[in-house]
């Protein structure tokens, strides 16, 4: 399909490249699909800061009525400042700092996702010196297959996020013990990019398990909360540019098996904000190599680290040209030899001075831009106000 309609090229000169261009068109239908699919069963909604946190699209997401996962104090003070309200933020992490537990304390926020006992017995004595009963929910390591990458897989017992699931009547005996923490949830996130519903499925089912295991000891929560991960169609943008929310819910409501009162939590990043974003560059040189061509561009991994650091693929178009296709290795200015977005991509005929759109760069794109060789920070526009 032809998309390069779909960026106001027009208004690009005025920009420096490389620079996000956010359709705030796509970020709405996304946010209209997640929440009435999720307010058909009753789900709740916290959207994972870490994929994107730009103040923009922050207050678009808090618009919808979202509540907020977050994995740092930082995280927390920017849902708070985009107005995400306290009672539904939830602060998740394997290595939350003394300051970011005393920070989260003071918010009153909803509830820590706890990963260790050593950690419960810090938030347990953080919290009894200001007085207060903090809420918290066990993060367990299900150990189920999430079909991804390696290093976006996080629900094996090799990973090092969670409580065995041989271990959580261990821990919940220790929260019995505190007098200032309450079990409120049980947490799991099995990894991220996950398209195939039977991963989710898997988790239920451990869930299941692990409520009757619950049962016994005449324990029941009062939510549980299985996490984000839901992938995104990054070699097609356009044919799904709206993840399947539909399936994804109807998937959890069909196999899980809850008890009376019980909410079911979510928390989506890659979905909600993957597609909405693209990184815009400029061709700077195009380099005849030996056996290749290569087109050099001003964004670097610095700006977009995926590729480099999974080795994940986005989609990459020549938003300038229509000469017929060739291919190119596309490449940045950063002096690393991960430093490339593709190999023997097939762009239309490439020059200096195109506009190159890397697709599906909403999440853990902009988020996780770096200043390595002292290179500026990538800049940002919105498809409403440019
Ligand atoms: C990263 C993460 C998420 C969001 O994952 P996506 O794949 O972006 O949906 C949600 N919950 C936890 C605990 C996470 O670590």
């Known amino acids: 399909m032809d998309t390069k309609g779909k960026f106001p090229l027009d208004k690009f000169p005025k920009l420096e490249t490389p620079f996000y261009y956010y359709d705030i068109n796509v970020l709405n239908r996304t946010l209209?699909?997640?929440?009435?699919?999720?307010?058909?069963?009753?789900?709740?909604?916290?959207?994972?800061?870490?994929?994107?946190?730009?103040?923009?699209?922050?207050?678009?997401?808090?618009?919808?009525?979202?509540?907020?996962?977050c994995v740092s104090g930082g995280e927390i003070r920017a849902a708070i400042q985009a107005g995400?309200?306290?009672?539904?933020?939830?602060?998740?992490?394997?290595?939350?700092?003394?300051?970011?537990?005393?920070?989260?304390?003071?918010?009153?926020?909803f509830c820590f996702n706890v990963e260790s006992i050593p950690e419960l017995e810090v938030i347990n004595e953080f919290a009894a010196k200001k007085g207060k009963t903090a809420n918290i929910a066990v993060r367990i390591n299900p150990n189920v297959k999430a079909d991804t990458h390696h290093y976006i897989s996080t629900?094996?017992?090799?990973?090092?996020?969670?409580?065995?699931?041989?271990?959580?009547?261990?821990?919940?005996?220790?929260?019995?013990?505190?007098?200032?923490?309450?079990?409120?949830?049980?947490?799991?996130?099995i990894g991220s990019q996950i398209l195939e519903m039977n991963n989710f499925a898997g988790l239920c089912s451990r869930v299941n398990e692990l409520q009757d295991q619950l049962a016994k000891r005449n324990m029941v929560v009062e939510h549980i909360n299985v996490g984000g991960g839901l992938g995104i169609d990054y070699h097609y943008p356009e044919r799904q540019s709206v993840p399947n929310f539909a399936d994804y819910f109807k998937t959890f409501?069909?196999?899980?098996?809850?008890?009376?009162?019980?909410?079911?939590?979510?928390?989506?990043?890659?979905?909600?904000?993957?597609?909405?974003?693209?990184?815009?560059?400029?061709?700077?040189y195009v380099k005849e190599g030996t056996n290749k061509q290569f087109s050099i561009v001003d964004a670097g991994m610095t700006d977009l680290i995926r590729p480099a650091l999974y080795q994940a693929y986005h989609k990459i178009e020549n938003c300038s040209s229509e000469k017929p296709i060739q291919k190119y290795d596309v490449v940045g200015p950063i002096c690393e030899s991960s430093d490339c977005f593709g190999k023997d991509v097939?762009?239309?005929?490439?020059?200096?001075?195109?506009?190159?759109?890397?697709?599906?760069?909403g999440a853990y794109g902009e988020v996780m831009a770096s200043q390595y060789n002292l290179r500026r920070l990538p800049q940002a526009c919105f498809s409403d106000d440019i």
């Not at 789900?43 to 103040?55: Q, S």
């Not at 019995?176 to 949830?185: P, T």
């Open 32 to 69: 209209d699909s997640l929440t009435t699919e999720a307010e058909k069963f009753n789900f709740k909604v916290h959207y994972a800061l870490k994929a994107n946190a730009n103040p923009r699209i922050l207050s678009i997401i808090h618009g919808y009525g979202l509540g907020a996962d």
């Open 253 to 284: 409501r069909s196999m899980l098996k809850l008890r009376d009162g019980q909410t079911v939590h979510f928390e989506p990043g890659r979905s909600v904000v993957g597609q909405c974003g693209s990184l815009i560059t400029k061709v700077l």
């Open 346 to 361: 097939e762009l239309n005929g490439t020059k200096r001075g195109d506009y190159l759109a890397i697709r599906s760069a």
């Open 155 to 189: 629900g094996r017992e090799e990973n090092k996020f969670g409580i065995a699931l041989g271990d959580v009547e261990k821990f919940i005996d220790a929260v019995e013990s505190f007098s200032n923490v309450k079990l409120v949830g049980l947490h799991f996130h």
């Open 84 to 109: 995400f309200p306290v009672s539904r933020i939830v602060f998740a992490g394997v290595g939350k700092a003394d300051w970011e537990i005393n920070l989260a304390l003071d918010y009153n926020i």
